[in-house]
């Protein structure tokens, strides 16, 4: 499975930001990971082929996970950016499994989304 996002940037704190991330073939859930310097990966957002998702606490309300499964395709909506939000976002996939579980996961590159105050 290759794994190809897009949409990281610079937004002052209070703006939106939107990560898309568009996989190779079908995938059963497909979410978001991020890491900021200093701090332990953490999850973002996931959502499966049948439209379940599952958010990170520090997120719930703020970001919107949706996807295209036509497409193949992933997108997160971020709202009310905070500074720490900044880190760089993963993309995740895995074709069985919940993303959540550390198994048979596939990773994208990171796109940095970088929030200023």
């Known amino acids: 499975v290759q794994l190809q996002a897009s949409g990281g940037g610079l937004v002052q704190a209070g703006g939106s930001l939107r990560l898309s991330c568009a996989a190779s073939?079908?995938?059963?859930?497909m979410g978001w990971y991020r890491q900021a310097p200093g701090k332990q990966r953490e999850l973002v957002a996931s959502?499966?082929?049948?439209?379940?998702?599952n958010y990170g606490d520090s997120v719930k309300g703020r970001f919107t996970i949706s996807r295209d499964n036509g497409k193949n395709t992933v997108y997160l909506q971020m709202n009310n950016l905070k500074p720490e939000d900044t880190a760089l976002y993963y993309c995740?996939?895995?074709?069985?499994?919940?993303?959540?579980?550390?198994?048979?996961?596939?990773w994208g590159q990171g796109t940095l989304v970088t929030v200023s105050s």
């Open positions: 959502i499966t082929s049948g439209g379940t998702t």
């Open positions: 995740v996939a895995a074709r069985y499994t919940p993303i959540t579980m550390p198994v048979n996961r596939r």
């Open positions: 073939e079908s995938i059963f859930d």
